[in-house]
């Protein structure tokens, strides 16, 4: 089954310990991304991937890693959380970075920071 | 910079009534539009999309034209469904970034 699969689906932390979000397509698409979403903000693209080793900041890249050394996957690393991090985030995968493909969604992974 | 605006929610509708949300962007160049849903609990699923001015996207009954003399790209859909209550995204792609909306919640009540 073709799908963007996220670990943890939960998780609640805190302050200053470092922690990663996993995120792994099957889909052999190029390009990924990360966003959070937050009550009447939507969506906002923290971090996006073209290609294994391309990456690039998105809107709100502040205070998150991200790295691409294999195609399938692409990990969030928060290296020291704080409570404005405390957000629902998804990662997506498309076929290409080229406008108009369909972008697949992860079930999303819901961080708190306390 | 680019950005997606599209009315506050949440609109609440009967059954078989219907529905239209207003989209409207700002974005340089040629962007393409989207529309997702999202399921309570879930991530969220492609509705609709249309990638040039003038296209209409259409999907389960969903409809929305891309304007781009008017920058909007409304969803429509003649009758509404319970099933249809989920909260609503409009977004665009331009220069290998997206863009969302900040969400419309719609209920259908029965």
């Known amino acids: 089954e073709a799908q963007v699969t996220q670990n943890p689906r939960y998780l609640i932390t805190v302050t200053g310990k470092k922690l990663t979000v996993t995120c792994s397509q099957n889909?052999?698409?190029?390009?990924m991304s990360w966003y959070r979403q937050d009550p009447g903000l939507g969506l906002r693209q923290i971090y996006y991937?073209?290609?294994?080793?391309?990456?690039d900041k998105g809107d709100v890249p502040e205070g998150y890693k991200v790295s691409r050394k294999e195609k399938r996957n692409f990990p969030l690393i928060l290296e020291s959380p704080s409570p404005n991090q405390t957000s629902l985030y998804f990662c997506?995968?498309?076929?290409?970075?080229?406008?108009?493909?369909?972008?697949?969604f992860g079930p999303g992974t819901r961080l708190t920071v306390t | 910079g680019d950005s997606v605006t599209q009315m506050e929610g949440p609109v609440t509708l009967s059954e078989e009534a219907f529905l239209t949300i207003n989209c409207t962007y700002t974005?340089?160049?040629?962007?393409?539009l989207f529309w997702y849903v999202q399921y309570p609990g879930e991530g969220l699923q492609l509705l609709l999309k249309?990638?040039?001015?003038?296209d209409k996207g259409s999907n389960k009954g969903f409809e929305a034209t891309y304007r781009k003399e008017t920058t909007s790209f409304h969803l429509e859909k003649g009758s509404v469904q319970v099933s249809d209550s989920a909260v609503y995204f409009c977004?665009?792609?331009?220069?290998?970034?997206?863009?969302f909306g900040s969400g419309t919640k719609l209920n259908v009540k029965p």
């Open positions: 997506a995968s498309s076929l290409s970075y080229q406008g108009g493909h369909e972008q697949y």
């Open positions: 889909m052999n698409h190029e390009y």
């Open positions: 991937s073209m290609n294994v080793e391309v990456t």
């Open positions: 974005a340089t160049g040629y962007p393409s």
């Open positions: 249309a990638t040039k001015a003038d």
């Open positions: 977004a665009l792609s331009n220069f290998n970034k997206f863009y």
